[in-house]
């Protein structure tokens, strides 16, 4: 049994900084890439940033030059550093824990709420 929880969520200023941290538990074997996705109010999730087992990262764009994820692979978890945060960053934060078999687990989420 998969276990992915998060933490690390809250209340924030604009132009504050929050730091998300995600770890998995339970069969880790094959565990292949990470990582976090948010949904908005009134929005479909979407990725906001992913590494791979290698080190690999993937940002979307609104994000580039403002978060940087990375992971502990003896740990095995994620994290997610989050600077120079925006109103529009606010949201449910999702971390994903993906296996190469093709499976994938998510956690509960966490709340991001960046006030302006």
């Known amino acids: 049994q998969v276990q992915v929880v998060e933490s690390g969520g809250g209340l924030v200023k604009t132009g504050g900084s929050l730091r998300l941290s995600c770890a998995v538990s339970?069969?880790?074997?094959?565990?292949?890439?990470m990582g976090w996705y948010r949904r908005a109010p009134g929005r479909e999730r979407e990725l906001v940033a992913v590494?791979?087992?290698?080190?690999?990262?993937n940002y979307a764009d609104s994000v580039k030059g403002r978060f940087t994820i990375s992971r502990d692979n003896a740990k095995n978890t994620v994290l997610l550093q989050m600077n120079s945060l925006k109103p529009e960053d606010t949201g449910v934060y999702y971390c994903?824990?993906?296996?190469?078999?093709?499976?994938?687990?998510w956690g509960q989420g966490t709340q991001v709420i960046v006030s302006s």
């Open positions: 994903n824990a993906e296996y190469l078999t093709g499976y994938f687990y």
């Open positions: 590494i791979s087992s290698g080190g690999s990262t």
């Open positions: 339970g069969s880790i074997f094959r565990l292949n890439a």
